[in-house]
């Protein structure tokens, strides 16, 4: 099998070959591994250009030609956030599959791989305990005020009041929009204080819900009115974009708080920083932002009570070795099968003999 890996600057293509070469170690038919990296220099430019492509994805940005000509006679394509545009597919006569290094794959034209009878693969769960321990980490940061107490001290005050009186984590009711895998991360590692979970998701059943220790809701509404905590965990969809706002924000108890390290798109932010300038609930922390990063003079950065970190949440070691090592398990499956298990279009290749 070949492989063409696209790198970048989050996860050199180096880290690919690495991992295909871990994984196919000592066995006959290792893959024929190619390379090659995307976006320039500075991390900065990078993040710019996969925020285009999750609003209006790849085909907004340009494809580099070294990436177009390195496809070649490849089988497989392994990548994290480099486009893969239809002029990418197309190069590829042999190509039988591309797959994303991440759970997100807004960065590939999954409609044109599908009309080609190309499987475009997704890594469910491979950043997930990294993203649960932040949205914890977020909970405790914003009710305790640890990001204001820091900065207070290193100005030289010693700060002992704060806009809202600290809330406990220990006992208080956390509400979860969405259980997908982040979420069941997070279910036994909050657990341990002693909080009542309840959890919205209409696609996961009751039984399934339950045995992580948390009880099914089955509208929204009840979520955000009975939380002292909601944590957003859901998939952005066509569905789920901007589907919660202000109507869901006045039925939080005035102590409660927001959190989101999941999508930014799927919140209306304008209605949040509203309720938050008002005083409505009592605060707010966010990892995702409509606008990253958020500037100068960003009206987010004078509210006193939300606490704003640079979508940081799923940037951990593991993260990066479970991405390139779940990437080598994918070729690999795809090398003895034909097949792999996350095929997000198998629907479609259905009728063509594609992966499922």
């Known amino acids: 099998m070949k492989v063409l890996c696209i790198g970048d600057l989050f996860l050199p293509s180096e880290r690919f070959r690495e991992a295909l070469e871990r994984e196919f170690s000592g066995e006959n ?15 900065e430019e990078q993040h710019h250009l996969q925020q285009i492509m999750e609003v209006d994805g790849p085909e907004a940005v340009p494809v580099p030609e070294e990436i177009v000509s390195a496809v070649g006679d490849a089988e497989v394509i392994t990548v994290h956030f480099a486009p893969v ?16 290094a991440r759970a997100g794959y807004e960065n590939v034209n999954v409609e044109a791989a599908s009309r080609r009878g190309i499987a475009v693969v997704n890594l469910l ?34 700060p002992k009041e704060f806009p809202q009186t600290p809330y ?24 341990g204080f002693e909080v009542r979970l309840l959890a919205y998701d209409p696609y996961v059943d009751g ?16 979520v955000f009115r009975e939380s002292d905590f909601v944590s957003l965990h859901a998939r952005l969809t066509d569905e789920t974009r901007r589907f919660i706002g202000r109507e ?14 999941a999508r930014s798109r799927m919140v209306r932010y304008n209605d949040l920083y509203e309720v938050l300038k008002e005083g409505r609930i009592a605060g707010a922390a966010l990892d995702v932002h409509d606008d990253e990063p958020l500037g100068e003079g960003s009206e987010w950065t004078e509210l006193e009570n939300v606490t704003l970190t640079p979508h940081i949440a799923g940037s951990t070691t593991s993260t990066w070795l479970n991405s390139v090592r779940m990437s080598a398990e994918a070729v690999k499956e795809l090398s003895e099968t034909g097949r792999a298990t996350n095929t997000v279009n198998a629907d479609a290749l259905s009728g063509k003999g594609g992966g499922s």
């Open 125 to 158: 769960g491979r950043n997930a305990p990294a993203v649960a321990e932040q949205a914890i980490a977020l909970m405790l940061a914003e009710t305790r005020d640890v990001a204001r107490a820091d900065r207070g001290v290193r100005e030289g005050r010693w």
């Open 168 to 191: 406990d984590l220990f006992g208080s009711t956390v509400g979860l929009i969405g259980f997908g895998q982040v979420a069941r991360q997070l279910a036994p590692r909050i657990r």
């Open 207 to 222: 039984k399934t819900i339950e045995s992580y220790g948390a009880e099914k809701v089955d509208d929204m509404e009840t």
């Open 85 to 100: 545009p239809e002029a990418v597919l197309d190069a590829g006569a042999d190509l039988r599959a591309v797959v994303v």
């Open 29 to 43: 038919g290792a893959p024929d591994v190619r390379e090659v990296m995307w976006a320039g220099e500075k991390a």
């Open 248 to 261: 869901h924000f006045e039925l939080m108890k005035p102590t409660a708080y927001f959190i989101n390290n």
